[in-house]
Nanobody, 126 residues
Framework: QVQLVESGGGLVQAGGSLRLSCAASGRSFSDYTMAWFRQVPGKEREFVASVRWSGGGTNYAASVKGRFTISRDNAKNTLYLQMNGLKPEDTAVYYC???????????????????WGQGTQVTVSS
């Protein structure tokens, strides 16, 4: 089991930047594939970005590619999401998620992540 706590959300103007953090505790952080999802009221939770447990590749939603960067610091048991060039449509609650040694193809699917944080609000004004 792993416990996840997000932080770093806030209110920024369009074009600004934020860095979200997800602190993990429990055990074996480096063995978890990690991801960021986001959700707005009345809509489904959607995939944002992921990084694999083995030091493998990253994956991004088309809407954020080139603006957001996912990274992890295994020594600090922390996942990050650097968000640049923020747009009003990025406004959402952002969640981190984890799945132990997941290496399948459905890395963008909510149903394949067993562990979730409680979310942090990101609001982008025009």
């Amino acid at each position: 089991q792993v416990q996840l706590v997000e932080s770093g959300g806030g209110l920024v103007q369009a074009g600004g930047s934020l860095r979200l953090s997800c602190a993990a505790s429990g055990r074996s952080f480096s063995d978890y594939t990690m991801a960021w999802f986001r959700q707005v009221p009345g809509k489904e939770r959607e995939f944002v970005a992921s990084v694999r447990w083995s030091g493998g590749g990253t994956n991004y939603a088309a809407s954020v590619k080139g603006r957001f960067t996912i990274s992890r610091d295994n020594a600090k048991n922390t996942l990050y999401l650097q968000m640049n060039g923020l747009k009003p449509e990025d406004t959402a609650v952002y969640y981190c998620a984890a799945e132990w040694r997941y290496s399948g193809v459905n890395i963008e699917s909510v149903r394949y992540y067993a562990h979730w944080g409680q979310g942090t609000q990101v609001t982008v004004s025009s």
